[in-house]
């Protein structure tokens, strides 16, 4: 039913470089093996995007940093996963994983840029070239033997990191119509569970609900839907059934897990709410298994928000700790939230502890790192601090970016630059040319930084990854 296909690897080695500026720089081992596997968008399930405190690059020499640029038959408007030392048709590679906007994963070799294996799901003819696009990222099952990604005919595969192949059982279907409800946020596990959320297309075009899928791992089962329209449903619905449309969970991060108690956090788009069936712009608490809603938080001005397209979920919840979370969204606040408590009383709106201006509307997920939130928009960088359970600007920029991203103790922000701050004090350590960017952010471990090129929305079929090395 899918077709793999495996290109001669001499041939892929060719293709694999492409002709920019920086593609006749040799490929080498990284300087240093720190940080080891990053698996999934945010780095952990909780999605701090703050990766390991060793990379093998610090500020003394990330100016050195040599890239190569991978082209790619598709674009890649999310981000790489990475596992190191994997066996992939019969030897060991450090590895690099993607999914293009339409559906294709590929494992590429992190030190030398060959394509290892290419995975295109059966409907691929169809939907190139279309708008049914998915902005996914990948998740590594954390037995290093398989990955899970999602294509935008509306199906969650398992694959084989050893060659691509999908496992049995799979893949899942997560909606039912495929040509409405989009797979945009990026995977996510949690205890033996896929967890993914879906949105909605350009445009907003109806039917559509936003829901979260969990999916036994082992079995490809799914084990609960839980609807944010039209909530009592606990099933996939066909979205003709609903009376309500949108409320979609589109964020970056999709699914959020709690640490300790492994609740689910997720926000939700433009679309109604009335505390009872329909959870239209509100951040929502679930039970582990998304079998139920235990809390929620709706700002006081929802019907103003809907009415007026400005999405709260444009963003997913970030958590800060002390049992805080920040919710940030399209109309340029970050608010601070008690996960404790959220809004209160099920149902109710407001109850947040503290409002703060953001620098535009955020469609981009937090990096949190020590007491420190990073948050980029199209029109800016701000470093808040959390002191005494309230937010306090550190340091701004006026150039911001995609998702940021902390490891090694450096802050990494990509805007068609990528860029490297001093994430205490925001100094600009180096800034290197990559290209156009959208939603697609940065990776940095075992002495290599990752980000892939261009914006699904283009609907093109070829892009590229970069891959920064110390030389």
């Not at 598709?74 to 293009?100: E, K, M, N, W």
Request: aromatic share 8%.
């Amino acid at each position: 039913m899918y077709v793999r296909l495996f290109p001669v690897l001499a041939l892929v080695c060719l293709l694999a470089v492409g002709c920019g500026s920086d593609s006749s720089v040799q490929p080498s081992a990284p300087a240093a093996k720190l940080g080891g596997d990053w698996t999934r968008f945010g780095y952990d399930a909780a999605r701090h995007d703050a990766g390991p405190s060793k990379t093998g690059i610090t500020s003394a020499d990330v100016r050195k940093l040599k890239k190569q640029r991978v082209v790619l038959d598709g674009t890649v408007d999310a981000s790489p996963i990475y596992l190191r030392g994997i066996t992939v048709h019969g030897s060991r590679h450090d590895t690099f994983f993607v999914t293009t906007s339409y559906g294709r994963t590929l494992a590429i070799d992190a030190a030398t840029g060959a394509i290892l294996w290419r995975f295109t799901p059966s409907g691929y003819s169809s939907l190139a070239g279309s708008y049914r696009i998915t902005n996914s990222t990948p998740v590594a099952d954390p037995n290093r033997k398989f990955v899970y990604a999602a294509s935008p005919d509306g199906f969650v595969h398992k694959l084989s990191v050893a060659s691509g192949a999908e496992a049995r059982g799979w893949p899942v279907r997560v909606t039912l119509l495929p040509q409405r409800e989009k797979l945009a946020t990026s995977l996510n596990f949690s205890r033996g569970l896929v967890l993914i959320g879906t949105g909605g297309y350009i445009g907003d075009q109806p039917p559509y609900q936003g829901h979260v899928v969990a999916i036994n791992a082992a079995t490809g089962r799914i084990v609960h839907v839980w609807n944010s329209l039209c909530s009592n449903v606990h099933r996939l619905l066909n979205p003709k059934s609903c009376p309500q449309s949108n409320s979609a969970i589109w964020a970056r991060s999709g699914v959020v897990v709690v640490p300790g108690s492994g609740n689910l956090l997720v926000a939700t788009g433009n679309g109604r709410f009335d505390g009872n069936r329909n959870w239209g712009d509100s951040v929502l608490m679930l039970t582990p298994t998304a079998s139920r809603l235990l809390r929620n938080w709706t700002p006081g001005d929802q019907a103003s928000l809907q009415s007026g397209d400005v999405d709260l979920g444009s963003t997913a919840p970030a958590l800060v700790g002390n049992g805080l979370g920040v919710q940030a969204g399209k109309d340029s606040k970050l608010r601070l939230l008690s996960l404790a408590r959220l809004g209160g009383r099920l149902g109710a709106t407001g109850g947040e502890l503290q409002s703060v201006a953001t620098p535009g509307g955020v469609f981009t997920a937090p990096a949190v790192w020590r007491n420190r939130v990073f948050v980029a928009t199209d029109s800016g960088l701000v470093c808040y601090v959390l002191r005494g359970n309230r937010l306090h600007v550190s340091w701004r920029k006026s150039v911001g970016g995609t998702s940021p991203v902390v490891a090694g103790g450096l802050l990494y922000v990509y805007n068609g630059s990528l860029n490297v701050y001093a994430p205490t004090t925001g100094k600009l350590l180096a800034s290197f040319s990559v290209g156009s960017s959208h939603w697609n952010s940065p990776i940095v471990t075992d002495g290599r930084v990752a980000v892939p090129e261009g914006n699904a929305n283009d609907h093109r079929t070829s892009g590229a990854l970069d891959i920064f090395r110390l030389q």
